[in-house]
């Protein structure tokens, strides 16, 4: 689970897929984005492929 915080006039959403896109070179693939309660996290679920 990779998370990113919105911090105050920036959203999170960007850093958090650059997050996932260099993990992805790394044998990790993303399988979903959500947003938990009032929005202000990210997160999104990864798992190893073989």
């Not at 044998?27 to 309660?37: A, C, D, I, P, Q």
Request: charged fraction near 20%; avoid cysteine.
């Amino acid at each position: 689970m990779v998370a990113a915080r919105n911090a105050w006039g920036r959203p999170g959403f960007r850093p958090l897929m650059e997050a996932v896109e260099h993990l992805s070179n790394y044998g990790w693939e993303l399988v979903n984005v959500t947003s938990v309660g009032d929005g202000h996290v990210v997160y999104a679920a990864m798992r190893r492929i073989a």
